[in-house]
């Protein structure tokens, strides 16, 4: 009875207790779980619709922020610079407005980071008809700023150096590379800082502070850029600094002959070249319009060899790796869409296929310029094959073109001259002589650009190549030794590889010469 009885008491007190109840569900959780599995089931539409309700239901709860950013990234999954140019622009407006609520309402939420690196990518990114690297630069400067000590806020800093390098100005981003190094020297982005200042350093002559920050990369066992890793993007730059020295130093003729590609097969006529930091080498057939491409050992790659494309005239290599090629008037894409350019005539109307085209020049994240010989004019076209803008005009035919650090260079063949294009939509279009005291080129026929700057001319009819410094003064002259076993005979086409060495291709040959 007295257990009983004592049973009976704490029943009463414990139903004079308020009764302990489970807590409400935050009104926003279950609609954005419903969107992430709405997502996971391709359903993209209903889960961006789900997202938005969870916002509007709690915009004030712990996954509002969260529903944004999961919806701008569905609309915009670019994270990086490598994966700029490829989003889809339809969507770019509702990414824009997601990115910018998060930055503005939820700026200390955990998202805030990765919205305002993403919204200063958007804004750079040249798939974007809006596009605008003033703003892009300013909203990556505020991402460093607000989020100090995050990998956000050093990829930002990285992300304000290419804004600066787009328009050509090398000085200026020397500031963010050095800030990324000393803030942030465990960051991803650090190696790849340090490898950008050195090249700068290099390009604004201070040749020592070059070499160190390299020796530093190469030092590194925890540096991605470190001998035998994926990247010889360091290795290749120290050794054309060492090559430009010897360049400088010898005036002419310091090239040495290597080896003539490829080391094993029948020869073949090549009608063009290009390479890239790897010393990889592309080269496109003339009889089957095939693209081959050799390792540094000159040795065939792994890479399969291309269709066959009969009428290509030309190839491209972009910063990826990517190739380009084109025929008399249309563009053979990397994934291999045939594309017909067309441009307004200059007279106005209706867009006009482009008549004979005479090179092309990619652009760092998947856009890309044209030139038009037979109108005498560089055309624009983005990453969503959308015209742009007419670069230049010319008063005479264009032969090639080239582009280095978002300046491109066009050879005037006829008045044996470069055009100079700065970025930017009201510099003015320079000119460099391809002549000087004591030199002429009676011939031009094609040119390149290496890491510094310097500007290689082919010279078909002196058979010799020619080296110029970024202001037109010849630095180093690559001549035909008659009689030599390396001989040019029929010079055809020119590439320079990452680490400055020349590669010539002859017809008669049926060789490309590799020069070291």
């Known amino acids: 009875m007295r257990a009983r009885a004592l049973t009976t008491t704490v029943l009463v007190l414990l139903c004079g207790l308020p009764s302990a109840r489970a807590a409400a569900p935050e009104p926003g959780e279950a609609l954005y779980r419903i969107a992430r599995q709405l997502l996971t089931q391709g359903k993209t539409d209903q889960a961006l619709k789900k997202f938005d309700e969870a916002v509007a239901a709690s915009p004030r709860g712990p996954y509002a922020d969260d529903a944004l950013l999961a919806a701008a990234e569905v609309d915009y999954p670019t994270s990086s610079l490598e994966d700029l140019g490829r989003a889809d622009p339809s969507r770019f407006g509702q990414a824009h407005a997601r990115l910018e609520k998060i930055t503005l309402e939820y700026r200390g939420s955990d998202s805030g980071p990765q919205a305002a690196l993403r919204l200063g990518l958007l804004e750079m990114d040249p798939s974007n008809p809006k596009a605008d690297l003033d703003e892009a630069f300013a909203t990556f400067l505020q991402t460093a ?14 992300a304000a ?3 600066h390098r787009q328009r050509g100005a090398i000085a200026a981003s020397v500031g963010e590379d050095a800030s990324l190094v000393l803030e942030h020297p465990g960051a991803a982005a650090a190696p790849r800082a340090k490898l950008r200042l050195a090249q700068s350093a290099a390009i604004l002559g201070e040749r020592g502070l070059a070499r160190t920050l390299l020796g530093e990369l190469l030092a590194s066992p925890a540096s991605p850029l470190a001998p035998g890793s ?19 130093a010898a005036g002419t003729g310091s090239r040495a002959f290597d080896v003539l590609l490829p080391v094993n097969g029948e020869p073949r006529e090549y009608v063009a070249l290009a390479a890239d930091d790897e010393g990889r080498l592309r080269l ?17 790659s792994a890479i399969p060899a291309s269709a066959e494309i009969p009428d290509a005239r030309g190839l491209a290599v972009g910063r990826l790796g990517e190739v380009y090629l084109w025929e008399e008037r249309s563009v053979i894409l990397p994934d291999g869409e045939r594309f017909e350019p067309k441009a307004v005539p200059e007279k106005g109307g209706d867009p006009e296929p482009v008549r004979r085209i005479g090179g092309i020049a990619p652009g760092p994240f998947g856009d890309f310029d044209v030139l038009d010989a037979s109108s005498e004019r560089v055309l624009r076209y983005g990453p969503d094959l959308s015209f742009r803008s007419v670069v230049a005009r010319f008063e005479s035919k264009p032969s090639a073109i080239a582009r280095w650090e978002g300046t491109l260079f066009v050879l005037l063949a006829s008045r044996r001259e470069i055009a100079v294009i700065p970025p930017g939509k009201s ?6 002589s ?21 500007i290689y001319v082919l010279d078909d009819s002196a058979r010799s190549v020619t080296v110029l410094d970024r202001a037109g003064a010849r630095v180093a002259l690559l001549a035909s030794e008659k009689g030599a076993s390396w001989e040019f005979r029929s010079p055809t086409a020119l590439a320079v590889d990452g680490a400055g060495r020349i590669y010539v291709a002859d017809k008669r040959l049926g060789r490309v010469l590799r020069f070291r």
Request: hydrophobic share 45%.
């Open 427 to 432: 510099t003015a279009i320079g000119l460099l």
């Open 161 to 163: 150096g290419a804004c």
């Open 145 to 158: 700023r607000l989020y100090p000590g995050t990998a956000e806020a050093a990829e930002a800093l990285y």
């Open 284 to 300: 496109l057939e003339s009889s089957s319009g095939r693209v081959v491409t050799l390792g540094a050992d000159g040795e065939p």
């Open 434 to 454: 391809l002549r000087g005291p004591g030199w002429e080129l009676r011939s031009p026929t094609a040119l390149a650009l290496d890491a510094l700057g310097r």
């Open 230 to 248: 994926a990247s010889g993007a360091a290795l290749a730059l120290d050794a054309l600094l060492v090559r430009d020295e010897a360049d400088r």
